[in-house]
């Protein structure tokens, strides 16, 4: 079964440090697509990042890193030089390769920014 | 202009009651869902529907009826509502096959059930 497990459920940092937030999944298909959202204080839910599992190439957008290895069925997200508008909720998520339109989500990670 | 809006954003409504979601999406989308998030922050699909028909179904009680008019609108009723129906009720929507590029998110109804 399709399963994505974040097992840090609360992270605390101090402004300007960097930070990683796991997510580790299980999936037997070979083709899948994976996902991180932000959900902030206010509450909506924000689409980060995208990835397919034939791209293991990491991605930088700013501040913001994911790390994809399919040999440890990894893809963690880094942010560095952490800010407190970056405190949030953040979701990894699969695809469930026998629906692709439904999205399996991890239970979340409360990052939290101290200034 | 909001992609996806639902309405309302709070609600607060008394056991065994019955209330409505609804949802309207702008963005051309052709599939649009339902997801659930409970008091511990889990999220899971309810329902989706693609064109104004029914694809998934996930388990959810029969108290939960979702009806889409048509593709831009989907709309959640739920009946003798439960304290356990409080939560978070998320609205989404997609391009059909293209959900791998990722959902847009409505901003959420936060249902109170007392």
């Known amino acids: 079964a399709q399963k994505v497990t974040q097992a840090q459920t609360e992270i605390s940092v101090v402004e300007k440090e960097d930070v990683t937030l796991d997510c580790v999944y299980e999936?037997?298909?070979?083709?899948?697509?994976l996902f991180w959202y932000k959900q902030p204080p206010s509450g909506e839910l924000v689409f980060l990042i995208r990835r397919n599992s034939f791209d293991e190439q990491n991605e930088i957008s700013g501040r913001y890193s994911w790390n994809f290895q399919k040999s440890t069925s990894s893809f963690n997200f880094t942010i560095t030089a952490s800010q407190v508008v970056d405190s949030a909720v953040y979701f990894c998520?699969?695809?469930?390769?026998?629906?692709?339109?439904?999205?399996?989500f991890g239970t979340g990670t409360r990052l939290q920014v101290f200034p | 202009d909001t992609a996806v809006s639902q309405t309302p954003k709070y609600l607060v409504t008394q056991m065994g009651n019955d209330k409505s979601i609804k949802c309207e999406q702008n963005?051309?989308?052709?599939?649009m869902y339902w997801y659930k998030q409970d008091s511990k922050k889990f999220l899971k699909i309810m329902f989706s529907y693609n064109n104004k028909e029914l694809i998934i179904n996930e388990t959810v009680p029969n108290r939960f009826s979702p009806k889409s008019p048509d593709k831009a609108h989907l709309n959640l009723h739920i009946n003798s509502l439960e304290l356990g129906d409080s939560a978070v009720y998320f609205c989404?929507?997609?391009?059909?096959?293209?959900?791998?590029?990722?959902?847009?998110f409505g901003s959420g109804t936060r249902l109170t059930v007392v």
């Open positions: 989404a929507s997609s391009l059909s096959g293209t959900a791998n590029y990722g959902y847009t």
């Open positions: 963005l051309g989308h052709d599939t």
């Open positions: 998520a699969l695809s469930d390769p026998l629906n692709t339109d439904k999205l399996i």
């Open positions: 999936t037997r298909d070979t083709t899948y697509y």
